[in-house]
């Protein structure tokens, strides 16, 4: 999770300048400081996306070896027959 750096007390003053009340100043600067973090990073993204293509390759490599030892017995048993 990425640690927002803000500096509340600041934009407090800011506001207070500006015309608000302690209260407002203060509401109001933890609802920016919340608001303006991205919780998705292009850095998470990719590590996730990775993440599930390596899993859909593993499964992938799973399902064709099964399908060749079938393709294989079939063939087998059809020669048998022949």
Do not use: C, N
């Not at 209260?23 to 993204?45: C, H, I, L, N, W």
């Not at 590590?47 to 294989?72: C, F, V």
């Amino acid at each position: 999770m990425t640690t927002v750096t803000f500096d509340t007390l600041k934009f407090v003053q800011t506001l207070k300048k500006s015309g608000f009340d302690d209260k407002q100043a203060v509401a109001q600067a933890f609802s920016d400081a919340q608001s303006e973090g991205q919780p998705v990073t292009r850095d998470y993204f990719d590590m996730h996306l990775k993440a599930e293509i390596e899993a859909s390759k593993a499964d992938m490599i799973k399902w064709i070896a099964g399908l060749l030892i079938a393709q294989a017995g079939l063939v087998a048993a059809l020669v048998k027959l022949l």
